[in-house]
């Protein structure tokens, strides 16, 4: 069972790390972001990042199976 979870955990960390690399992208180009267009985008890419740490937990307690 395990060996079947690391596949599925190693993308789940990838996407984990892409969306970081994406918020940081975004907060490098428009430093004042707060209260302009590029505020929702980060805003929904932070909701992003917490909902696939939610999917890693659900996976990693066997409550989601491939």
């Known amino acids: 069972m395990e060996q ?3 596949p599925i955990m ?4 990838e996407v984990d790390t ?3 690399d ?3 992208l975004y907060r490098a180009i428009w ?3 707060n209260r ?3 505020d929702p985008v980060i805003s929904n890419l932070y909701d992003a ?3 696939n740490g939610k999917l ?5 307690k066997g409550w989601v199976k491939r």
């Open 36 to 38: 302009t267009p590029v």
């Open 22 to 24: 994406i918020i940081e």
């Open 10 to 13: 190693a993308a789940i960390e």
């Open 31 to 33: 430093p004042n972001f």
């Open 4 to 6: 079947e979870i690391e």
């Open 18 to 20: 892409r969306i970081l």
């Open 49 to 51: 990042y917490k909902a």
């Open 56 to 60: 890693a937990d659900a996976v990693d």
